[in-house]
């Protein structure tokens, strides 16, 4: 058996999610070879080869492969995609664009989100926005698997000593560019690695009323989420949604601030050790999955939480 | 300017599912279906493509049984044109309907494919991809931002740090995310029209696809169940609980 593994990352750091996705490999036995595609990427390159368990890590540093884009990058795996079993990625918005891509290249289906690794051919994943859960074997010659990273620790970033190869970029497929991005910035800690993290609903009424949010992640050192309603109203922009169709988390904390809980916002935090819900309707389905609920006004919780924080 | 839509008959996005007794899968019998919400954020995206003069033609085609007839008679309600129907039986991955689709499209050449970024019953979040991996093509996938000129689709991409733009050449593939837009409701009389548009039936042997599925699913179970917890009275109870009992801060 032998894994290929494609990795998340920067160019310069190799991002968490790739971390969770080497646990899923090694458990699935066999050799790890990390792939970098990337543009001046030498630094993640070397940064994947530091992971323990790692065995190999190949190296593309291309123009071709400096903004992800999926044409490209699907079509490196393919080419590479001969001699492994099985050719994983993490379950984020970069591995479910670009996978699904190499595997219609592979003629293979793809196993999408895996919760648990049974063997080598069967594994665990949610269906019905988590509200049931598949077991599902694969009979294709190549398993393409996608990897949800909070139901697999992270592997650790130092202990390895695999060796880097540079290979040849397959080329750039030239019907596709990149134009622009907006990210992002923040002090907080990431959604999908973060340790606590503090979100609000519709509850909070407007943008302006998230600052009573962000005061309490500041005084816990928390991620800031919101649910679809608080992001679709234009509160906070999208990448702070929590969800099914957001960001799957699971912190040792996880407090929910005005947020009613449908069920595609509980798929997305239902593996968060603690769960804490503060919203002044008592009938809301968020305490029936909080372990501690507190039935009040959030506009009168949440100042007072900072200041006796 | 041409476009075909894809669309999936799920299960309605309001209904709680419950896993069959002998865990072969989820209770089907007796439940609403809807089109998969994504997909109708896909119909509509090309609808107002159409009302923008930008597009002449919205089909739109869906695979499985005689039902999902009902799914493209939405669509058409919404205001697509035409309809086509791929009769199969049975459950069918995203490779296959990616081949479906590439079939279709080398008979249709439409300029866009649009289908929502995931199905909300298997949540698989692979056909989109795997059909433009097929035809050669492109592909703006989770958009929530489409532009056409010139030849090329600008798509805004809903990504995990943010948001990405991409120009892609058309003929492309576009997935949906959910804030491109918010889909129309059917009028009465849209309802009324759509039953003389026409649904032309094209099968998977006419289209040379083989359905045959390559996962087999062993079986399905209820996902472990949270228990409910406390409630506390006030701020100085919660805190004391998060810091002495939990020990989370």
């Given at each position: 058996m032998a894994v290929l593994i494609l990795a998340e990352h920067d160019h310069a750091t190799i991002r968490p999610a790739t971390l969770h996705t080497v646990t899923a490999a090694a458990q699935l036995g066999g050799e790890v070879t990390i792939l970098v595609a990337g543009e001046n990427c030498g630094a993640a390159a070397e940064a994947a080869a530091k992971i323990?368990?790692?065995a190999k890590v190949l190296c593309a540093d291309d123009g071709a492969y400096g903004h992800h884009l999926a044409e490209n990058v699907a079509w490196l795996v393919k080419t590479l995609?001969?001699?492994?079993?099985h050719i994983l990625a993490p379950a984020t918005t970069y591995g479910k664009n670009i996978l699904p891509r190499a595997a219609a290249l592979l003629d293979v289906t793809q196993i999408s989100?895996?919760?648990?690794?049974?063997?080598a051919d069967t594994f665990r994943r949610p269906i019905y926005a988590g509200n049931a859960i598949a077991t599902v074997r694969s009979s294709d010659a190549i398993k393409v698997i996608t990897v949800r990273g909070t139901a697999f620790e992270s592997a650790a970033e130092e202990g390895g000593s695999a060796a880097v190869e540079a290979i040849e970029s397959a080329g750039d497929a030239g019907y596709s560019g990149f134009v622009g991005h907006e990210l992002s910035k923040s002090d907080r800690p990431e959604l999908t690695s973060a340790r606590v993290i503090i979100s609000g609903g519709?509850?909070?009424?407007?943008?302006?009323?998230?600052k009573l949010i962000e005061a309490v992640a500041d005084k816990l050192g928390a991620a800031v989420g919101a649910s679809r309603a608080a992001v679709d109203s234009g509160?906070?922009?999208?990448?702070?949604q929590v969800g099914q169709t957001g960001k799957i988390v699971a912190p040792d904390l996880y407090m929910a601030v005005g947020i009613s809980g449908a069920i595609q916002h509980l798929a997305g935090i239902k593996d968060s050790k603690v769960i804490v819900a503060i919203n002044?309707?008592?009938?809301?389905?968020i305490f029936q999955v909080a372990d501690y609920g507190l039935v009040a006004d959030l506009f009168e919780v949440l100042p007072e939480m900072t200041e006796k924080l | 300017m041409k476009v075909l839509v894809a669309v999936k008959r799920v299960i309605d996005f309001n209904v709680k599912v419950r896993v069959k007794a002998d865990q072969s899968g989820v209770e089907t019998a007796n439940v609403k279906m809807s089109m998969n919400p994504f997909d109708e954020i896909a119909v509509e995206e090309a609808l107002r493509l159409k009302e923008a003069g930008t597009v002449s033609e919205v089909a739109v085609v869906s695979a499985g049984g005689p039902q999902v007839q009902e799914t493209i008679r939405t669509a058409l309600a919404m205001g697509a044109d035409r309809g086509i129907h791929i009769p199969c039986e049975g459950d069918l991955e995203p490779l296959a309907v990616a081949k479906l689709l590439k079939a279709l499209m080398e008979k249709e050449s439409p300029d866009l494919v649009i289908m929502g970024?995931?199905?909300?019953?298997?949540?698989?979040?692979?056909t989109g991809q795997m059909l433009a991996a097929l035809a050669n093509r492109p592909q703006g996938t989770f958009a929530s931002k489409l532009v056409l000129s010139d030849g090329k689709a600008e798509v805004t991409r809903e990504i995990d740090g943010g948001l990405e733009t991409v120009s892609i050449d058309l003929p492309a593939v576009i997935t949906t995310d959910l804030r491109l837009n918010e889909p129309r409701y059917a009028s009465l009389p849209n309802i009324m029209k759509a039953k003389k548009k026409p649904i032309e039936e094209v099968t998977p042997q006419d289209l040379g696809v083989d359905v045959t599925p390559?996962?087999?699913?062993?079986k399905v179970e209820d996902p472990p169940v949270r228990a409910g917890g406390v409630i506390v009275a006030d701020v100085d109870e919660l805190l004391d609980k998060l810091k002495n009992e939990a020990k989370v801060i």
């Open positions: 323990a368990g790692v995609a001969d001699g492994y079993s989100d895996i919760i648990a690794v049974e063997g519709r509850g909070l009424q407007n943008s302006e009323n998230f509160f906070v922009p999208n990448d702070f002044k309707d008592e009938e809301a389905p | 970024k995931q199905a909300i019953d298997d949540d698989c979040n692979q390559r996962l087999e699913t062993l």
